[in-house]
């Protein structure tokens, strides 16, 4: 399984970005989709997920109204976008996947290289 992020960079606050993540190597139709965020010095956190059999999401308390996580079955991608940044979310942004429904990362045995986002 190989996931790859893009889409990251540097932003004044309350600016906006979409970051993408394309996945290839697996074949089951129905899965967990999740966005992490792990700044400098601070443990890594959920962002947002999202389950590509029904398009259920969940997000974190911190980003709720400002990310919205979606999906494109077709192209295996899932994308999160980000308006009214704040230097609060600066932070490498890494995408998973799991066949289970959670939000902790220790249930995602896949992961991405990662994005770095920074808000100044």
């Known amino acids: 399984v190989q996931l790859v992020e893009s889409g990251g960079g540097s932003v004044q606050a309350g600016g906006s970005l979409r970051l993408s993540c394309v996945a290839s190597g697996y074949y089951y139709s129905s899965n967990c989709m999740g966005w992490f965020r792990q700044a400098p010095g601070k443990e890594r956190e959920v962002v947002a997920v999202l389950y590509t059999g029904g398009g259920a999401t969940m997000y974190a308390d911190s980003v709720k109204g400002r990310l919205t996580i979606s999906h494109d079955n077709a192209k295996n991608a899932v994308y999160l976008h980000m308006s009214s940044l704040q230097p609060e979310d600066t932070a490498m942004y890494y995408c998973?996947?799991?066949?289970?429904?959670?939000?902790?990362?220790?249930?995602?045995?896949?992961w991405g290289r990662g994005t770095q986002v920074t808000v100044s």
């Open positions: 998973a996947t799991s066949k289970l429904w959670s939000l902790e990362s220790s249930d995602f045995p896949y």
